[in-house]
Every structure is written in structure tokens, then in C-alpha cells.
Antibody
């Protein structure tokens, strides 16, 4: 059974950094591209970006490219999202997705507030 | 970026009704269009991928169609568990983009 479990969210102050993790199981993690998507409190969905199976290539939403970095550790079957200089508009639920097979994690909430 | 215009935003229907939800892309997305269902407090669930391919385990009352810029999700006979929010997503061109969502409510 495929499972994606995100962690690392919480309350963070504007301008701070935060790193989200997603531990994958139930499939050969190192064989697949992985993605991050976020959903605002108003329910708007936004694709953040994705990373190639070997970590050698990433794509990002242009509006987030300068502040967000996606990485992975295939030995740990873990996907990461490094968020820097966070803003109030980054408040959202962040989902790790195994896009090609249609699986999503349960999501982790990030609240940016002073 | 490709804009995805989803309609309607809200839909009120009854059990047994046939409903359709539409997504219109601002340019041709070559059938790279997925549909998702999201229930309150849950992660989205993929229903349909690449326009008309039913995800494993999804009931056959869900179907998708379309081409070019216009795509449709059809639920042939609404069941109580289908009342939820539905999103489309285009993955033809980066950045991938979502429709604004359709909240399907019980009439």
C-alpha cells in the first residue's frame, strides 16, 4: 500500500525558514518523480514543483522558484520542501504527491504569522 | 501559465442526478487533464487521469471527456458519498495549474 506521510509543519514567523518532509512507502521511491502541491485556506490549489527520480532535475512554479527548494533522499525514501523567507501568503496545507500514480499524502499545515 | 476556468463553482443536486463539471483551458492541453475529488478534511483523490482514464477503484459512474481546451467530468448517477469538491488539473505545460474547484452540494 502506498503511503506518503508529511511532517515539519506548524506556526512560523514571517521571514523564517521551514523544511517539510514526506516519507514514502509502498513503492520504489527512487524510480519516480515526486511533487509538492499546496492548498490555501480558501481552498485554492497551487502546484509548487517536482523533482526527477534521481534528484538531478527540478521544476518549480515561477512565483515560488526563488524561495522554495525541492530535494530528495532516495536512501531514506524521503522528499523535502525547503521554504525560505516565508510570507503570510504561504499559509497553506502542503501535500506531497506521487503524481503519476495519483497518490497524495494527508498534508501538513503551515501557518505564517507573527 | 495556462489558466484553467472551472464551472460551475457551486452545484446543487440530488441523489440519482446526472451532473457535469467543466474545465476550460486557456490553450490546448492535449488531453493532459486530471480530475480530483476532495472531501472535507481529506487529501484530494484522483478520479480520472489524462481526460478519460478511470483511476483504479473509482466507480464507473465517474467519467471524463474532452479535447483541446474543453474538458468535462460526468457523474452519471449521484450517490450520497459523491457530495464533495472537485478540481481539475492540467499537466501539459509547466507550471501545472488547477481549476478553481466545484463544490457539489445536496439539494
Amino acid at each position: 500500500e502506498v503511503q506518503l506521510v508529511e511532517s515539519g509543519g506548524g506556526l512560523v514567523q514571517p521571514g523564517a525558514s521551514l523544511k517539510l518532509s514526506c516519507v514514502a512507502s509502498g513503492f520504489t521511491f527512487s524510480d519516480y518523480w515526486m511533487s509538492w502541491v499546496r492548498q490555501t485556506p480558501g481552498k485554492t490549489m497551487e502546484w509548487i514543483g517536482d523533482i526527477k527520480y534521481d534528484g538531478s532535475y527540478t521544476n518549480y512554479a515561477p512565483s515560488l522558484k526563488n524561495r522554495f527548494t525541492i530535494s530528495r533522499d532516495n536512501a531514506k525514501s524521503t522528499l523535502y520542501l525547503q521554504m525560505s523567507n516565508v510570507r503570510s501568503e504561504d499559509t497553506a496545507t502542503y501535500y506531497c504527491t506521487f503524481f503519476v500514480r495519483g497518490y497524495w499524502g494527508q498534508g501538513v499545515m503551515v501557518t505564517v504569522s507573527s | 501559465d495556462i489558466q484553467m476556468t472551472q464551472s460551475p463553482s457551486f452545484l446543487s443536486a440530488s441523489v440519482g442526478d446526472r451532473v457535469t463539471i467543466n474545465c476550460k483551458a486557456s490553450q490546448n492541453i492535449n488531453k493532459y487533464l486530471n480530475w480530483y475529488q476532495q472531501k472535507l478534511g481529506e487529501a484530494p483523490k484522483r478520479l480520472i487521469y489524462n481526460t478519460n482514464n478511470l483511476q483504479t477503484g473509482i466507480p464507473s459512474r465517474f467519467s471524463g471527456s474532452g479535447s483541446g481546451t474543453d474538458y468535462t467530468l460526468t457523474i452519471s448517477s449521484l450517490q450520497p458519498e459523491d457530495f464533495a469538491t472537485y478540481f481539475c488539473l492540467q499537466h501539459n505545460s509547466f507550471p501545472w495549474t488547477f481549476g478553481g474547484g466545484t463544490k457539489l452540494e445536496l439539494k
